[in-house]
């Protein structure tokens, strides 16, 4: 494995990873602070300080090639870390998910990689270059985290929303299977410009799930506003939560606020819309923005002699999307719940 100390390929990872998109051989560098930089593969980048503080994070972006705000965010803290400007204290895992989607401007090529987790990518018997990198995208974070075993497990798995958001920011917490939600996550979550919580209610093939539900980390699907293309975002919008990614990265024991559970907007999934077949329609037009709320009985979709229905005044819709794969997930529905101290730890 090559070593190098001038950092001359991690000035520019990301476009090294765009004209590598598949694969890239492992190479070591690094960083002014004497940080271990290895990159394991095409946007794979594992930061290893000399003395590690006690969380182990994981950031993700890209998983969706389309969704650029928090490609263009993380490509920031990586230059930041590689120039020195940016100490690096926590051990880090930076992933930038699928660059041969990036190059063709497209949320997937083939096959929507983030259903394709907790082992999604082995069932079917379907073969896609996106199943080989969520099977590799896992051995990675496995790698990572299996190399301690008593850092707090942190992934915060970036995306943006096709359509506007009547919230513009906003978490997908995985199904915790009856665990307390995390109050300091919580603060975290707040602090970083995120009031909006969606909780899962029943296991998915997410990347947050994955990480969650294998390594027990406080892992997060975090929107942060509208897909865009490269260089048309506005990353001011995000500057809360790069000086808390920042925080956490370069400030051992760095601690976030406590909630303010009174602000924070809590949904339950109440209802998941799944296409049955190239027959779905969604009842409402293409445009209505995430969180728009129906009255109870008002017909959401169909799919031939299948309906489904708002099932309860103030029902709102999340991620609705006809022209997904039959057999995918083509709307949230989510209604508005209290969290309460009790729910917490
Ligand atoms: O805007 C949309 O329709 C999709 C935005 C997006 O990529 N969302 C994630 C959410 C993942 C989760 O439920 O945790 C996705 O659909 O993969
Ligand atoms: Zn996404």
Known sequence: MEVSVNNTRLNDFLALSRRHPWHLEPFTETLPDGTRAEVWDTGVICLEPALPAQRDLVISCGIHGNETAPIEL???????????????????????????????????LKENLNRLFSGAHARGGVESQERQRAAALEGYVTRFFDAREDGERLHYDLHTAIRPSLH??????????????????????????????????????????????????????????????????DLGRLTALEQCLTALISTPG???????????????????????????????????????????????????????CAQSDGEAVVFPNADVAPGQRAALMVTPVRLTTDQLA
């Open 74 to 108: 993380c490509e920031r803290l990586l230059q930041q870390l590689v120039s020195g400007r940016l100490r690096c204290r926590q051990r880090l895992l930076l992933i930038f998910g699928h660059p041969a989607a990036m190059n063709a401007g497209v949320r997937e």
């Open 168 to 233: 513009e920011k906003f978490v997908v917490h995985p199904f915790t299977h009856g665990a307390p939600y995390s109050s300091s996550q919580l603060g975290l979550l707040q602090a970083a410009g995120i009031n909006t919580i969606l909780l899962s209610q029943a296991p998915t093939t997410t990347f947050s799930y994955f990480s969650a539900r294998r390594f027990g980390a406080q892992a997060f699907t975090i929107e942060l506003g509208k897909v865009m293309p490269f260089g048309q975002n």
């Open 254 to 308: 760095w601690q976030p606020p406590a909630p303010d559970l009174a602000r924070l907007e809590v949904f339950d999934v109440c209802q998941e819309i799944v296409k049955q077949s190239e027959n779905f329609r969604l009842n409402f037009s293409k445009d209505v923005s995430n969180f728009t709320t129906f009255e109870a009985g008002t017909l959401l979709a169909t799919d031939g002699e299948r309906r489904w």
